[in-house]
């Protein structure tokens, strides 16, 4: 059902259609993410694609933080099937109010509302697009190669050993290896959407299709995401109507290792600045002296092949 809101008694927050076009997230998490209060937004991946956790008034003691997420009043597990583009609000119930929705929803309520035609409304087109670039806001402060070679220097000396490096004036800057991995990643978006009904019907359709490449690793960590949805509305009586919707998600996500030992980002902070990216045969350079643990991470690019390709279908169909 509907309340206006000065009649709602419960914590209820509202995210309308125009926050999410202002914010344009890749996924509807980041739509949440600081826009409500006491809903947490936990990033498990800082990848394009990566998903996260929600956590509404803290973390449930039976171990199960996730909230009920509700779109069009179906029972959603997963937001990755759901284009940013295709809502029209979010509604999250926080307090006891979402007990209505029963033990599922002791952690909080998300209700989606998606965009729909109306009755008798004329064919509408819709199309949307955007571009962008991302790049790294941030960069570690790290030793360029002279500094690295007088603290390598002054640590043999300590140890009563030769120091490894007889003249530092050679060393200059050296690689910045973090340069070398980050990059700036574009994204495309394009959404096209079909709305209208009749005297008695509704319909709409939408396509969407999304690309961002990763600021690591370019393509070697893009995310692309390609979503059609539809629904059908018919009200045969005033009292007897069908609902339909049906949402196809086609997903393909490529991989680079991350956020553990071993990672592209940890050996770009470890890999040493004196060592340059190619050797002298044109080879990636070997990390020497620094521990099995640390690699090239230009080769480690490189010679990464991870992909996922995930294919959802949802569907409901259902008379009143």
Do not use: C
């Not at 997963?78 to 609000?89: F, R």
Request: hydrophobic share 35%.
């Amino acid at each position: 059902g509907t309340q206006t809101k000065k009649e709602i008694t419960g914590a209820v927050s509202v995210i309308g259609s125009e926050t999410i076009e202002k914010l344009k997230p890749t996924r509807i998490e980041q739509a949440l993410q600081g826009q409500v209060a006491g809903v947490n937004i936990t990033t498990n991946s800082g990848s394009p694609g990566g998903g996260s956790t929600i956590s509404i008034r803290g973390v449930s003691t039976n171990g199960d933080s996730r909230p009920l997420i509700l779109v069009d009043g179906n029972v959603v597990e997963d937001l990755s099937v759901i284009n940013p583009s295709d809502i029209e609000s979010m509604n999250i119930l926080k307090d006891a109010t979402a007990g209505i929705y029963g033990v599922r929803a002791a952690n909080g309520v998300i209700l989606i509302t998606t965009r729909t035609g109306r009755k008798s409304m004329p064919l509408t087109i819709e199309y949307n697009a955007y571009a962008g670039f991302q790049t790294t806001t941030r960069e570690i402060p790290v030793l360029n190669a002279t500094e690295y070679g007088v603290i390598v220097n002054e640590g043999y000396a300590a140890a009563g050993s030769t120091p490894p490096f007889t003249d530092l004036s050679g060393l200059g800057v050296g690689t910045d290896w973090q340069d070398e991995v980050f990059q700036t990643a574009p994204v495309f978006n394009h959404n096209i959407t079909f709305r209208g009904g009749g005297e008695k019907s509704s319909y709409s359709y939408s396509s969407s299709f999304l690309t961002q490449d990763g600021i690591v690793g370019g393509k070697k960590s893009n995310f692309t995401r390609f979503t059609n949805a539809a629904s059908y509305n018919l009200d045969f009586l005033e009292n007897f109507k069908f609902k339909s919707g049906l949402t196809l998600t086609r997903t393909k996500k490529n991989n680079l290792p991350e956020s553990a030992l071993g990672s592209v980002l940890f050996n770009a902070l470890n890999m040493a600045p004196n060592i340059p990216v190619r050797d002298e045969n044109g080879e990636y350079s070997l990390a020497d002296g620094l521990g099995g643990e640390v690699i090239n991470p230009l080769a480690q690019m490189a010679n990464t092949y991870s992909r996922n390709k995930v294919m959802k279908l949802n569907g409901f169909a259902g008379l009143t």
